[in-house]
């Protein structure tokens, strides 16, 4: 049976209406603030084992082990993980993910402040760490559709990829101080704590009796087989990928712009937060709007590309943080409406899966953006770099627009009619208990 829809026929309301009018809810609201504070608990954990190596081994190339390991897990596992969440209970996977997250970072902490914190106990708990959150990320990002209203998932994406940009602002400066004033074993508990926290919030929420699929259509290569027979999905997944990468300059080359910019490496945190403070604004904009027509995905992946280009070719910082903020809020909008496409474009039953392939585009190209960043930028200049790697976005922009000047079929609206067919009474046989 199709996926239920509660109560569609809701006056229309956007902006930071629509953003407080979805907050306040029993089932949405906790489970936005629990993941807000967790995702921010990340950020300590990951400077608190940043600094305790670099401190105990002064190696570089160890710092690039540590963050291999926190990834690694995500590209190799993330599919199955997707089709596990589409057989069994998404808040109970998540409720023994997150459970064993706070084990593992309270672990940590006990052995840092005991001394027992080498290098590889680092490591290896955060490769444990990574594994607990390649098989969290398809069921946390597929659980808030059963969160709201069907005609409230675009606004529930937006704020969902909002907590992330609120994070990466504010988390490291927390960390910062954490780490300054309470030490790293504390900063380790302080993240052991953020999941107990997302704990707390699954308990409160009430998600809509979820359709399960069965062990032979979960598995891996049904995904894919998915992706043939719908190209738009792939399409979607393809600007979900573009979004990551053109992002990454500003999250793994904001102290080398900052020293481009003749600022202290600490003026990178300014550059972070001038792009998460558009993409907020993006959520705060767009949230109760729909997520648009081909020719608004092309304007927003314009906004992507042309405000981190712009920012990496700009002598003035202040006006180049102006177009860092309208980067960012390109960003999330293009982000925003290819992942509401997705999780609208697919059956209840599949949508663990199609999001555990969001997760390979979005967070799988990290650790290979990051590396092509870090060679242009050594090779040339950080401000090469981050022209370069903002131009696939201005390419999907002219690509998107040219499709939509040719009357060419909209992508974005055959995803969304067959989003509504799967949700519609009888459109699909059961598949398992709701």
Known sequence: MAETVLNEESDAVAGPRAVWR????RDFGPYFVGNALSASGTWFQNLAAALL????????????????????????????????????????????????????????????????ATTWVVIADTLCLGVVSAFSAPAQQALIVSLVRRNEVPTAVALNSMTFNLARALGPAGAALSVHYLGIPASFAINAASYGIFIAALVVVRPRRQEKASREESRVRDSFRLLRQRPELAAFLLIVAIVGFASDPVNTLSPAFAHAYG??????????????????????????????????????????????????????????????????????????????????GVAEQQRGRIMALWSLAFLGVRPFASLLDG????????????????????????AVTATALRGRRDPLRRAAASGASASSPGSHRSQGAR
């Open 22 to 25: 979805i907050v306040r809810r």
């Open 53 to 116: 190596i670099y401190r105990l081994t002064h190696s570089a190339l160890l710092l690039g082990v540590l963050n291999f390991a926190q990834f690694i897990p995500i590209l190799v596992l993330t599919p199955w993980a997707g089709g596990l969440a589409d057989r069994v209970d998404r808040r109970r996977l998540l409720f023994v993910s997150q459970s064993l997250a706070v084990v593992l970072a309270a672990a940590l902490a006990l052995l840092a402040w005991a001394g027992l």
């Open 263 to 344: 600022r202290p490496d600490t003026w990178a945190g300014f550059i972070v937060g001038a792009f998460g403070a558009g993409a907020v604004t993006a959520a705060l904009v767009l949230a109760g709007r729909v997520a648009g027509s081909r020719f608004r995905m092309a304007a927003t992946l314009f906004l992507l590309g042309a405000g981190v280009a712009s920012f990496s070719l700009c002598p003035w910082l202040p006006l180049g943080l102006v177009l860092l903020f309208v980067g960012g809020f390109g960003y999330l909008a293009s982000n925003a409406a290819a992942t509401t496409r997705l999780q609208l």
């Open 375 to 398: 060679a242009i930028a050594r090779t040339w200049s950080v401000r090469v770099a981050g022209v370069v790697l903002a131009t696939p976005a201005l390419a999907a922009a002219l």
